[in-house]
């Protein structure tokens, strides 16, 4: 059986810890209300920190979707599904796959008007706990994964996926959080940023409308 290395397991057990320590805090209370999303309605918030002066981290909660934790998992999961429902997702090339799960990907994302595409060297994994299943991915180096000609290298610092049984007591229902802390490096105007500060947190409200849309067709 092959096991992730030393280095991955690390930066992975950090985004977790950092990750559940932003869903831990109250929302809206220590996170900034902005809005829901125009798709889906997802419930967003942003928070600045010295460390995020110019890029908030972001977090988006759909609550009641009407689907099993499982099933969004499989959803989420699915690159083909994601270049419908996440925007700026362009593709995502494999470069090692561990027995558990884990993955090491470069994902590429599309630029915004005048502003260079992103490209992302990041580990990811499935962790479930209890009722709770975590999608976590984060930054790491790899040399098998060099800087790409015409894009600017983003560092995602955590961004987790919390799926859990809906609150409301629905059976087969999930509520959803998606929350980021990505640096996407490079000069971006802030109009793009602001722009991308409400965008990134909509995503949870992306895919959920998707999902039904995708469930009222199969019914066809």
């Given at each position: 059986m092959?096991?992730?290395?030393?280095?991955?397991?690390?930066?992975?057990a950090?985004?977790?810890?950092?990750?559940?320590?932003?869903?831990?805090?109250s929302?809206?209370?220590?996170?900034?209300?902005?809005?829901?999303?125009?798709?889906?309605h997802?419930k967003?918030?942003l928070r600045y920190?010295?460390?995020?002066?110019?890029?908030?981290q972001?977090?988006?909660?759909?609550h009641?979707?009407?689907?099993?934790?499982?099933?969004?998992?499989?959803?989420?999961?699915?690159?083909?599904?994601r270049?419908?429902w996440?925007?700026?997702?362009?593709?995502?090339?494999?470069v090692?796959?561990?027995?558990d799960?884990?993955?090491?990907?470069?994902?590429?994302?599309?630029?915004v008007?005048?502003?260079?595409?992103?490209d992302?060297?990041?580990?990811?994994?499935?962790?479930?706990?209890?009722?709770?299943?975590?999608?976590?991915q984060?930054?790491?180096?790899d040399?098998r994964?060099?800087?790409?000609?015409?894009?600017?290298?983003?560092?995602?610092?955590?961004?987790?996926?919390?799926?859990r049984p809906?609150?409301?007591?629905?059976?087969g229902?999930?509520?959803?959080t998606?929350?980021a802390?990505?640096d996407?490096?490079?000069?971006i105007?802030?109009?793009v940023?602001?722009l991308g500060?409400?965008?990134?947190p909509s995503?949870?409200?992306?895919?959920v409308?998707?999902?039904?849309?995708?469930?009222?067709?199969?019914?066809?």
């Amino acid at each position: 059986m092959t096991t992730p290395p030393p280095h991955i397991e690390e930066a992975i057990a950090r985004a977790m810890t950092a990750g559940k320590e932003l869903f831990a805090l109250s929302a809206p209370g220590e996170w900034h209300a902005a809005g829901t999303s125009h798709v889906g309605h997802a419930k967003l918030f942003l928070r600045y920190t010295p460390e995020a002066a110019h890029m908030p981290q972001m977090r988006g909660d759909v609550h009641d979707a009407p689907f099993s934790p499982e099933e969004v998992l499989a959803a989420l999961k699915d690159p083909e599904a994601r270049k419908v429902w996440d925007p700026r997702f362009e593709y995502a090339e494999l470069v090692e796959k561990w027995d558990d799960g884990t993955l090491l990907a470069h994902s590429f994302q599309r630029g915004v008007l005048f502003v260079s595409g992103r490209d992302f060297c990041a580990t990811g994994r499935a962790i479930i706990e209890g009722d709770f299943i975590y999608l976590v991915q984060v930054s790491i180096e790899d040399p098998r994964v060099p800087p790409v000609h015409g894009r600017v290298r983003g560092h995602l610092k955590v961004a987790l996926w919390i799926v859990r049984p809906a609150a409301s007591g629905t059976p087969g229902h999930s509520d959803i959080t998606y929350i980021a802390d990505v640096d996407p490096n490079g000069s971006i105007p802030s109009a793009v940023l602001r722009l991308g500060a409400t965008e990134t947190p909509s995503l949870a409200g992306f895919l959920v409308a998707d999902m039904i849309k995708r469930k009222k067709n199969a019914a066809h």
